[in-house]
C-alpha cells in the first residue's frame, strides 16, 4: 500500500471526495509506475520536464516561439495562453482549495526521480496537467499541424507528474480534461475572428505613384499635436529626415489644412501628407478626398487611431510606403451637423458619456490594466452621468450613450477602442438608452464587464433579453436634439462641436472613399 503525504491534503470538500473504486485505480497505478524502470537519463528528463513546467514557465516559451513564426503563430500562442491562464486559475485557484486531497508519496522513488522541492498543496486536479491539456488544445484549435507537435510534450508533461510521485492518475486526467475544456469553451466564447488578424493590408490594396525621397508630396504638420515623447524631437524634423525631397507645411494660426491642401494642388503636388493628431488627419483627409489625392498619414499624435488601423506605428514606415508606392482604399464617415459643410469622420462618432468613458479608462490602463480601468472608469462617469435627450433614427428617448465607428470595432462592449479592418462597408453603432429600470446601474456593469462579460450576457437569452447595450450595424445615422430640449455636444475623432435644439446630425458611410499609403504587409508597421 503506497503512503501519502499531507501538506495541505484537506480541502473545503473535507475528505476529498474519490471514490473507493478511483482511490483503488490510482494505487495500482502508482504501484505500477513507480516500479516501471526507464533508465537515469530518462528519469532525469522527465524531472526536468515536469520542473520546466512549474508557473507555466515552459508554454510561455513554447508560445514566444509560435509567435515569431507569423499570424497564425501568434494567433495560436494567444490561444493556448490565454486557455493557460483560465486553467491554472482553475485548477490551482479553485480547484485545490475546494477539493485537496493527499499526493503520494515520493519518498520511495530513487533519488533520480524525486523533485527538488516536492509540492505541499493539495493533489487534486493537477495544475501542470490542465496548462498542458489547455496549452496544447488551444494552439490546435488555430494551427493544428502546430498543436500535433506541441500534444506530444503536453502528454510528457502530463506523465511526469506521475512518474515524479506528484500526483495520482485521476488528479492528472481530472486536469488534462479541464484544460482541454477551458479551450474549447474559450472558442466557443471568443471565436478566431476576433482574435488578431493575418498579415494582410488593413482594406484593398490601391494604385498610387511612388514618391521617392517624398519627392511630389506636400506634409500638413501640426507642430502642437502629438505625446511628449514626439516633442523631444520636432514633428517637422522627423519627417524632413525621414522624406527630404518633401514639401513639409506647417499649420499655423489663421490657416486651415484645407488653404494648405488646396495650394499644394496648386504647385503640382502628387499627394498630400499629415502629421498630428486625429482631428488634424480628419481634415488634411477631408481635403485630400475632395482633390482625389492620396494620403500619407505620420503617426505623431497622441493616440493615432486611425494610423495604427492602416498599420503605420512609426514616421519611418508611413516614409516607406510613399517611396515603395503601396497604399489601400479604406471607408470613411461624411457628417453633417445643421446646415453646417460636412466633415470627414476617420474613426468615431459620439454624444453621450463614451467620449468620458474612454478618455477615463485609457489614463488609468497603465496603472491599473486595461480591466480595472474599465470597473473605475465606468464607475466614475456614470456616477456623475445625466442621459440626453435625443431622438436617434426616429426612435425618441432619453440616451445614456450612442456610438458609431466607422467600419466594425472591438471589443463588443459599450466603450470599444479598436478596429482591425478598414473596408467593412458598414457603421458599427452602440447605443444605451434610459428607458428601464435602474438603467444606470445596468449599464455600469455591462460597460465594466468589458468584452468577456459582453460575450457571456449575450450568450444567455433571459440575460441578453435585459441588457441596456444594443448592438447594431447600418450605413447611415440620424441624431435629431429635441426642439424642446439644451443643446447636445458630439464628438468625432477627438474634436466636439454643438449642436443645437432641433437641428439633426447626419452620418453617412462612405466605402473605399480615401486612399491611404500603408504597407502591403502590415509587419513592415
Keep these: 500500500m503506497p503512503r501519502v503525504y499531507e501538506g495541505r491534503a484537506r480541502g473545503v470538500l473535507q475528505p476529498h471526495v474519490r471514490s473507493t473504486l478511483v482511490r483503488r485505480l490510482d494505487r495500482a497505478a502508482h504501484d505500477r509506475t513507480a516500479a516501471r524502470r526507464l533508465g537515469p537519463r530518462a528519469d532525469a528528463a522527465l524531472v526536468r520536464l515536469s520542473t520546466a513546467a512549474d508557473r507555466s514557465r515552459l508554454w510561455w516559451a513554447v508560445g514566444a516561439g509560435l509567435a515569431l513564426t507569423g499570424a497564425r503563430g501568434r494567433r495560436a500562442a494567444l490561444r493556448g495562453l490565454g486557455s493557460v491562464a483560465v486553467a491554472s486559475a482553475l485548477a490551482n485557484l479553485l480547484g485545490k482549495v475546494v477539493f485537496g486531497g493527499a499526493r503520494p508519496d515520493a519518498t520511495t522513488l530513487p533519488w533520480v526521480r524525486r523533485l527538488a522541492r516536492q509540492p505541499t498543496s493539495g493533489s487534486f486536479p493537477s495544475g501542470h496537467s490542465a496548462s498542458a491539456a489547455a496549452f496544447a488544445t488551444g494552439v490546435a484549435l488555430e494551427w493544428p499541424a502546430a498543436g500535433a507537435a506541441v500534444a506530444p510534450v503536453a502528454g510528457a508533461v502530463a506523465y511526469s507528474r506521475l512518474h515524479v510521485a506528484a500526483h495520482w492518475t485521476s488528479d492528472v486526467v481530472a486536469g488534462a480534461a479541464l484544460g482541454a475544456g477551458v479551450a474549447l469553451v474559450g472558442r466557443r466564447l471568443v471565436p478566431s475572428g476576433d482574435l488578431p488578424g493575418p498579415d494582410v493590408p488593413a482594406g484593398p490594396p490601391a494604385v498610387v505613384p511612388a514618391l521617392p525621397e517624398g519627392e511630389g508630396l506636400t506634409v500638413v504638420v501640426n507642430p502642437r499635436s502629438g505625446a511628449s515623447s514626439v516633442r523631444l524631437r520636432p514633428v517637422t524634423e522627423q519627417v524632413r529626415a525621414a522624406l527630404p525631397r518633401a514639401r513639409v507645411v506647417e499649420l499655423a494660426d489663421g490657416t486651415s489644412a484645407t488653404d494648405l491642401v488646396a495650394r499644394a494642388v496648386a504647385t503640382g503636388a502628387r499627394a498630400v501628407g499629415v502629421a498630428g493628431g486625429d482631428g488634424t488627419v480628419g ?243
Aim: without cysteine; proline residues 7%; aromatic residues 4%.
Design 283 to 525: 481634415a488634411v483627409a477631408h481635403a485630400a478626398r475632395a482633390h482625389g489625392l492620396p494620403l500619407a498619414v505620420f503617426p505623431t499624435g497622441t493616440l493615432n487611431h486611425f494610423a495604427r488601423a492602416a498599420d503605420l506605428t512609426s514616421v519611418a514606415a508611413t516614409a516607406r510606403a510613399v517611396e515603395a508606392g503601396t497604399a489601400v482604399t479604406v471607408d470613411v464617415g461624411e457628417l453633417t451637423v445643421g446646415d453646417d459643410a460636412p466633415v470627414t469622420v476617420l474613426n468615431t462618432f459620439s454624444v453621450g458619456v463614451y467620449p468620458e468613458l474612454v478618455t477615463t479608462r485609457d489614463r488609468l490602463a497603465p496603472r491599473l490594466g486595461k480591466p480595472v480601468a474599465a470597473l473605475v472608469a465606468a464607475a466614475r462617469t456614470l456616477r456623475a452621468a445625466e442621459p440626453v435627450a435625443l431622438v436617434v433614427d426616429d426612435e425618441d428617448g432619453r440616451w445614456w450613450s450612442v456610438f458609431a465607428g466607422v467600419d466594425r470595432y472591438h471589443p463588443t462592449s459599450l466603450a470599444p477602442v479598436a478596429r482591425r479592418r478598414l473596408d467593412d462597408g458598414l457603421l458599427d453603432v452602440r447605443d444605451a438608452r434610459d428607458a428601464t429600470a435602474h438603467s444606470r446601474l445596468r449599464t455600469f456593469l455591462e460597460a465594466a464587464g468589458g468584452d468577456l462579460g459582453a460575450r457571456l450576457a449575450h450568450a444567455v437569452p433571459p440575460v441578453r433579453r435585459r441588457l441596456v447595450v444594443r448592438q447594431r450595424t447600418t450605413t447611415a445615422l440620424h441624431v435629431r436634439a429635441r426642439d424642446d430640449g439644451q443643446p447636445v455636444v458630439l464628438a468625432h475623432d477627438g474634436e466636439t462641436t454643438d449642436l443645437p435644439a432641433g437641428a439633426t446630425a447626419h452620418l453617412r458611410l462612405l466605402p473605399a472613399a480615401l486612399v491611404v499609403y500603408a504597407p502591403h504587409d502590415p509587419r513592415d508597421g
